[in-house]
């Protein structure tokens, strides 16, 4: 069945380092692609999304590429700052999910950033 | 507008206990969803209503009731709780499918961290 693979976590970064978290994904044909955040407390807030492939997603100076061949849509940062601590889930929308929106969710990635 | 809301945040239950998780949304979405989020797992659908009146079960409904009587709430129901389901509840809703990308944005609630003695 359709599945999202991330990066164990959790990342931690100094303040302007740069922030890659990888995502893969198994599904067929071409789904949706998202990236979610959850500040603490907080509910998830979408981050950014891929609809195609070579799409780019990008927000808050966070960007990630869908890419097809090698079933990835990894999430980069070049410089982090502390606010961007959270924890960052990879989701897919597979093809014909249609009616409800199927999201299938990776298991979160924790992201620490210190000063 | 207060968007996605949830209540209670924090609940403790006895097993065999049973206790209803309210959802609100004020955004007159015609979706709503039900999610469990636990480590390692990240979330996992448990009920979802494509509107009022209608519910339909997700990947995990096991041990869990849902009632959607008017569009804004959305209920969970736990009859008899046991330890398995400890867990944070997320509640999310979204609009209508709008022509191009087949995608809205699911809007997500703060969470409701629930443990089962």
């Known amino acids: 069945g359709d599945s999202v693979t991330q990066m164990e976590g959790p990342v931690t970064l100094s303040e302007e380092a740069f922030l890659t978290i990888n995502c893969t994904y198994t599904?067929?044909?071409?789904?949706?692609l998202f990236w979610y955040v959850q500040y603490p407390g907080e509910g998830l807030q979408l981050l950014l999304k891929?609809?195609?492939?070579?799409d780019k997603g990008s927000n808050k100076g966070f960007e990630a590429t869908y890419r097809k061949e090698t079933t990835s849509f990894h999430l980069e940062k070049g410089s982090v700052q502390v606010s961007d601590s959270a924890v960052y889930f990879c989701?897919?929308?597979?093809?014909?999910?249609?009616?409800?929106?199927?999201?299938?969710f990776g298991a979160g990635t924790r992201l620490a950033v210190h000063p | 507008n207060a968007g996605v809301t949830q209540t209670p945040k924090f609940r403790v239950l006895k097993t065999g206990q049973s206790m209803t998780l309210l959802c609100a949304q004020d955004?007159?979405?015609?979706?709503m969803y039900w999610y469990r989020q636990d480590p390692g797992m990240g979330l996992r659908l448990i009920h979802y209503?494509?509107?009022?009146?209608?519910?339909a079960k997700g990947e995990v409904p096991d041990g869990y009731n849902v009632s959607r009587l008017k569009k804004q709430n959305f209920l969970l129901g736990l009859e008899s709780a046991a330890p398995s389901q400890t867990s944070v509840y997320f509640c999310?809703?979204?609009?209508?499918?709008?022509?191009?990308?087949?995608?809205?944005?699911?809007?997500f609630g703060p969470g409701t961290r629930l443990t089962v003695l």
């Open positions: 989701a897919l929308s597979p093809v014909g999910s249609g009616g409800y929106n199927k999201l299938i």
């Open positions: 599904a067929t044909g071409y789904p949706s």
């Open positions: 891929a609809t195609k492939a070579d």
């Open positions: 999310a809703s979204r609009g209508r499918l709008k022509p191009g990308p087949n995608y809205n944005e699911q809007f």
């Open positions: 209503s494509v509107g009022e009146g209608t519910t």
């Open positions: 955004m007159n979405h015609e979706y």
